[in-house]
């Protein structure tokens, strides 16, 4: 088992930028890939970005593209999502999840372990 915690979120204005962090205890969390998701108010919840167990590697939605980074640090067994020039439409839930999932992957499904959620708002 994973346990994942996400911290960071908050009220920012449009514009501005928010890190958001993923706190990950139980098993090797480094062996897993990475993923972040939002669910914004009466949508569906959405793929925001993913980055490999090794290599690094990452992918983004189109939406974040240019805008969103997804990182993790091993020796703390943690992962970050640094957003910027955010805007209303980044209002939402943000989750970290992880699982042995393929490269590239953005189906939620895939993902085995989950974190509770943190709310970013975006004041326009």
């Known amino acids: 088992q994973v346990q994942l915690v996400e911290s960071g979120g908050g009220l920012v204005q449009a514009g501005g930028s928010l890190r958001l962090s993923c706190a990950a205890s139980?098993?090797?969390?480094?062996?897993?890939?990475m993923g972040w998701f939002r669910q914004a108010p009466g949508k569906e919840r959405e793929f925001v970005a993913g980055?490999?167990?090794?290599?690094?590697?990452?992918w983004y939605a189109d939406s974040v593209k240019g805008r969103f980074t997804i990182s993790r640090d091993y020796a703390k067994n943690t992962g970050s999502l640094q957003m910027s020039s955010l805007n209303a439409e980044d209002t939402a839930v943000y989750y970290c999840?992880?699982?042995?999932?393929?490269?590239?992957?953005?189906?939620?499904?895939?993902?085995?372990?989950w974190g509770q959620g943190t709310q970013v708002t975006v004041s326009s």
């Open positions: 139980g098993r090797p969390f480094s062996t897993y890939n």
């Open positions: 999840a992880a699982g042995r999932v393929g490269l590239l992957e953005r189906r939620q499904s895939e993902y085995q372990y």
């Open positions: 980055i490999s167990w090794n290599l690094g590697m990452t």
